[in-house]
DNA sequence: CATAATTTTATACACTTGCATAATAATGAT
DNA sequence: ATCATTATTATGCAAGTGTATAAAATTATG
């Protein structure tokens, strides 16, 4: 029979994206090791060459997923040079677009997250990539006031944090999965609407 | 060997409530029939004399699961003797107070969330039982708003439903997922004040 | 081009899964 | 008490599961 090998060894990476693919398409249930390698247009046995079994595939693929939101997430703040509004205003912008926003996002994200409350090694994955999103935030929020003279104490920019943070997370689970209710911007500004709202502050 | 019969017959809801106990503690892959037997301390054959299969269990499980969720929702809401302000400040309380701010409610939601997205007996489930909170917070909205006097065109009022319902969905997922990072009241505060900002409204 | 190393397939195995069915126990009716 | 009905267990089966392993195909190396 003749085989399916490609030029560069991008196997394992194929893998890990399949992976997401059968899960995004399958579930976890549905989600086996002959369904991943006929995603990926191979043979199950190699999934056992590239990893030790199904877990350390399964974990690489949700630490896949994480790496994917995270680096766009964290792309619109690096850049401290632009006032911290500014940097808000471009971490909303990001977080409430595409890729972050989409169906396959929001499913993988919930069919990986109960795993995280069972699997100590998921959760471990989870905390290691996750960019405590409210760490992201109250530096923000913290001198966007002062950029208006405004110092706040540390109890009420912990307060904005989760409440922003909270908007973010919900429109991008309502924008995800409410197919074609949005236009282009209308998920990031409805998001920088009610943040500015929320902090009773033009950003 | 010696039976497990119970007075009345609530085996029905029994296995529901085991299939749901499963899923929170073992997820969805873990969750098998002989499981789900185990923990409704009977053997596994039971479940097939009072569902036609495991498929069934689950529907009536998730059935369960929103019942439970709506119901404490729209109770929130029903007395419509009081202000629209008040029913829309009873609905954030409710929404973001126990049971429904719970690690088990999330994570069974987040189960449940991907395969209603697979099968399409589950979507229907969802449509059926899903109280469109839009559809709730929408008049809740108007009606605050020309309580003060104003009246919101139609457009208007839908956006604010979106911000509200992210907020408390946000909310919802942090406060749930947070183990005892929030205090008595806290999370319905934050929910509360939010909701006032987005709104500019006393509520 | 011959041979070693790497990659991929093919096959088999032990175990789990959902489901079927017969046997058993408990209850209700007369 | 007897018998029919309902509820529960016990057991088995076919299909699917993750994994192991050997064979085959491909690539690299001299």
Redesign the pocket.
Known sequence: ??????EG?N?RQELIDATLNCIENEGLQGT???KVADYAG?????I??YFS???ELMRAAYAALLDQIYSHARIAVDDDTVKPQVRLRNFISATLSYPIVAPRTVLLWANFLPVTYIDTEMSIIRNEAYVETTNILEPLIRDSFLDNGIALDDKKVKNYAIQVNAIIDGLWIEGSLAGNKFQRNELVNLGIEATAAILSLKI
Do not use: E, I, P
């Open positions: 029979m003749s085989t399916n090998r490609r060894n196997r086996t090791v002959r191979v043979t199950n046995g190699l056992r060459f079994g199904k877990d």
